[in-house]
């Protein structure tokens, strides 16, 4: 199922309220898989929007396959955010507010694709090496992660 196509034919551009689900990906050199996105030529972290029916984990686990190859295993909860910076306005005008659970992943198998239907590259980066062009969305807990914060620092945002 579509969960957002299926809305958008009701609602059109409107803003549309979803749950997504991303990965912090952590290799052993302690680098940060980012993906540049094709829709907005920004870095942020593989995930997605929860689909009806799925649990926060069976969402992470598809949408981090489906952009990435890789498969997560042993799946922490980083952090929990909301407020203003889930509001997104995609190029074809689409508008969302959406609430997020990160999880931190520094387990896991698979061969890292470079391009994928919607990211243009894959790359890791330490954390005094992020890219300038984050995803404004994103930048919260990317950002969090590079200044070592913790679940039970973060609290909820």
Same mark, same amino acid.
């Given at each position: 199922?579509?969960?957002?196509? @299926?809305?958008r034919k009701?609602i *059109?551009?409107?803003?549309?309220? @979803?749950?997504?689900? *991303?990965?912090i990906?952590?290799?052993?050199q %302690? ?13 942020g972290?593989p ?13 992470l686990?598809?949408?981090v ?5 890789l498969?997560?295993r042993?799946i ?6 909301? %407020?203003?910076?889930?509001?997104s306005?995609y ?5 969302v ?11 896991? @198998? %698979?061969?890292l694709?470079?391009?994928g ?12 090496e992020?890219?300038a062009?984050?995803?404004? @969305?994103q930048?919260?807990?990317?950002m ?14």
């Open positions: 199922m579509d969960y957002i196509r @299926t809305m009701y *059109g551009h409107e803003t549309l309220f @979803t749950v997504g689900c *991303g990965a990906i952590e290799n052993r %302690g680098q940060i898989l980012l993906q540049r996105r094709k829709d907005r030529d920004a870095w972290i995930g997605g929007v929860m689909e009806l029916g799925e649990t926060f984990h069976e969402t686990i598809r949408e396959k489906e952009e990435t190859n498969m997560c042993n922490r909860l980083f952090g929990l955010y909301s %407020g203003p910076t889930g509001y306005e190029p074809n005008g689409d508008k507010y959406s609430i997020q659970i990160i999880f931190h992943v520094v387990e896991f @198998t %698979g061969e694709i470079r391009e239907s919607e990211s243009s590259d894959h790359k890791f980066f330490g954390r005094h992020l890219p062009a984050l995803n404004p @969305t930048a919260p807990f990317i969090d992660w590079a200044e070592g914060r913790h679940l039970r620092e973060i609290i909820v945002r």
